[in-house]
């Protein structure tokens, strides 16, 4: 079967398939966008827009894909000249190919196409999906120098910027360095992660990345650099086997690496980019100043339930979301936990009625089409929980409102960790040594493990993990949830 990519635009084209009508085997738009982190959620959601915003308007907007050390998607894309089709799966299924991606490098094997890739004029946005971990933040929010990767990119910056760097925060302030060597203007970078005030983060981390070895470029950027909030959404699961033989079927062509997602797609960005930009808004994104309240809405209404479900689910033995939304006494527990602990936990922006959103939520998380392993929401618990539910409890506790469900929420994690000890499954999580450590010290007597939960201190700050109020609400939840660490889903009161 024949492999997409320019050449095959053409025949699909032919076909009725969705194609790009702003690019050809022979004509491609200048590449004016690099993004970092190139995954499937990258590929659905701000790849989409600026395919649909050079569809619309043209531009010389295409988008160089970094992947900062794994070949798989350079591997897949690079054969197709960056294609890949996109499946919309809900109601009513959709499919088109999308052009935007026009060049895939991979940092750790070309850095130094990397670097000159965004040192150019032409490139003049930086968007990333790199995951909570990717910025080395501590659990303050700011650059964590205290980061094995951090200092190693301290180390080599101070030798020369041309050194090569490992972290994303390293690379981009090399790269900063420069084009104001060059005279020219600091790129706009655009964070596209689940993380709070993701704008703000980055370019202080940035900053203070800086500072640590050139303060006249620490101030040029505290004066230029430009790092809209944003908030991000769509469901797009892990592309499977599956998935590519659908689109063989639908297209009779063969894509490497193809993506699907649900219809459902928002792109919330801070009213501060500069004019010369892609069309997004015409492609359906919103420019506003109130990006916090669409940023709490969100991580706490989809975020924060996403991971009580992956971890409770994944303990009653469900594979996806939609099989976790099949249990009755599972959605009670999420629905009392928004009604009574997140929904007043925050000030919703004027256009969203909050109940309404979570009810939207809670039906997307019903769509049969989409195969959402719980499993892969599990991922990374130690960077996720204090961007989507220590937040909450933070503020409940401040507010004197309660914790019970939330709490249920963190006594899940932990349970899910024990679980992932006991059965030497792999824990996918940056600290995943240091968390299996932990667990393995549980004996099942109340209060000795939860104070063992409470000692992971990269996740629970000191005046948090010493809260009475906090840890009398984890015992409690604890006592109820820990049959499930052995019956499964043999047991009846766990939760509520
Ligand atoms: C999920 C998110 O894997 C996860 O942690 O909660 O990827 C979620 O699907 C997206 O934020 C939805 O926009």
Redesign the pocket.
Known sequence: MKLLCDKSLHELANKGVDVPTYRSEHHKPEIGIVHIGPGA?FRG?QAWYTHQALQSQGGDWSICAVSMRSTGVSDALTPQNGLYSLAQLDNKNSYQVVGSITEVLIATQQYKAVIERLSTSNTKFVTLTITEKGYCLNNEGHLDLTHSEIIQDLATAKESNSAQAITAVGILTNALAIRKAKGLAPFCIVSCD?ITDNGKKLRAAVIQFAQAFDNDLADWLSKYLICPCTM??????ATDDSLRELIEEEFSIKDNWPIKRESFL?WIIEDCLPEDRPAWEEAGAVLTSDVEGFENA?LRL??CP??TL?YIGVLLGCETVFDAMQKPNLVAFIEKMVDEEIIPSFISPKELDAKAYSNEILERFRNPAIR?LLA?????GSQ?LPM?ILPIIEQNLNDKRSIASLSGAIVAWFLFLRKRYIEKEELVDPLSDNLLKKVSLCNNDIEHDIQILCSIEQVFKPELAQNQHFIKSLQNKYKLMLPLLSEGDSTEVVFV
């Open positions: 959620f959601h689940n991000v959404d769509s469901i797009t699961p928002q969100k989809l975020n996403h991971s992956a959402h892969q929401i599990a991922w990374d996720k989507r």
